[in-house]
């Protein structure tokens, strides 16, 4: 059975063949530029750890998979790496292509590729706009991917996108990838409160749904709420729904460590320190080092 027919998964407005692109109304997509703040807005914790992980290892090429509005690529481009930055969201891609365009008397940002492509087709949509890439590093932040749900209960879907990242890194290469406290959200029915990315200006609420199905949890929904009622331009609240597969910490991990076929080296961090020292953390972000064959 499908989350869809127990309960809508999608804000108000968005079609049904649009599941996969849960910002394709444009509402939530007007929203997250609120809730994230600009890039100057960034945690200073994720800037240092995200940038000093990737000059450590010695990354110069990125690739941004879920670039979203490009807060993160940009933040990249401003610490002088060179970025790709692709969405499945072209509502989103707007928004990253409207900052580009904002930049563009900046050197670093004329050379910042943003285009849309597939995680279940990566490979051959990056070889479509630049034959023969490969890259240092790929990120995929924010709880990301998370968005992609069990279509058919057996993750066969969420592996294949996993294999496509380790397949477009270089030998040595990075992939960061996070994903919510979700142990902690399907035991408390709730989100933690404290953000390690965004620092909205706004009070923001957020509702937790969680949805289990032949007693195993397959969906969380996160009803967010945003009151930017002194805002000039807007003068209400704003409301949407974003749906979650409920990713377990012990199952993410073997899932990612089959995609690279068991030989790469694999590190774990709570709300970017050592994974000991977070008693119980809003996210987990894991660092996975392509052996260099």
């Given at each position: 059975m499908s989350a869809d027919k127990v309960f809508h998964s999608r804000s108000q407005g968005i079609p049904s063949e649009g599941v996969k692109d849960q910002y394709a109304d444009g509402k939530a997509a007007r929203v997250w530029k609120k809730y994230i703040g600009d890039s100057n807005q960034r945690t200073k914790n994720y800037r240092d750890f995200l940038s000093g992980l990737l000059r450590k290892h010695g990354c110069e090429r990125v690739l941004d998979v879920a670039c979203g509005t490009g807060i993160d690529s940009m933040m990249l481009l401003d610490e002088g790496f060179k970025v790709v930055s692709v969405d499945a969201s072209d509502k989103m891609l707007k928004h990253a292509l409207k900052a580009r365009w904002?930049?563009?008397?900046?050197?670093?940002?004329?050379?910042?590729?943003?285009?849309?492509?597939?995680?279940?087709?990566?490979?051959?949509?990056?070889?479509?706009?630049?034959?023969?890439?490969?890259?240092?590093?790929?990120?995929?932040?924010?709880?990301?991917?998370?968005?992609l749900l069990d279509e058919y209960e057996d993750q066969r879907t969420q592996k294949m996108c996993l294999r496509n990242f380790a397949k477009v890194l270089k030998p040595g290469g990075l992939l960061l990838i996070d994903h919510r406290n979700y142990d902690a959200m399907i035991d408390s029915g709730a989100t933690p409160g404290h953000s390690i990315y965004y620092n909205c200006r706004y009070p923001v609420d957020i509702k937790t749904s969680v949805l289990v199905v032949r007693g195993k949890p397959e969906l969380v929904a996160l009803d967010y709420c945003i009151d930017a009622a002194e805002d000039e331009l807007n003068t209400e609240k704003s409301e949407f729904r974003l749906c979650y597969y409920p990713h377990k910490l012990d199952s993410f991990t073997r899932m990612l460590e089959e995609a690279f076929d068991g030989r790469a080296t694999h590190r774990i961090f709570a709300d970017f320190q050592p994974l000991a020292q977070v008693r119980e953390p809003a996210y987990y972000i894991h660092v996975m080092q392509k052996a260099m064959d």
């Open positions: 904002e930049k563009r008397k900046d050197p670093r940002y004329d050379e910042w590729v943003i285009e849309e492509a597939s995680w279940e087709t990566l490979p051959q949509d990056v070889q479509a706009f630049l034959p023969g890439e490969s890259f240092d590093a790929v990120i995929c932040l924010g709880n990301s991917f998370a968005h």
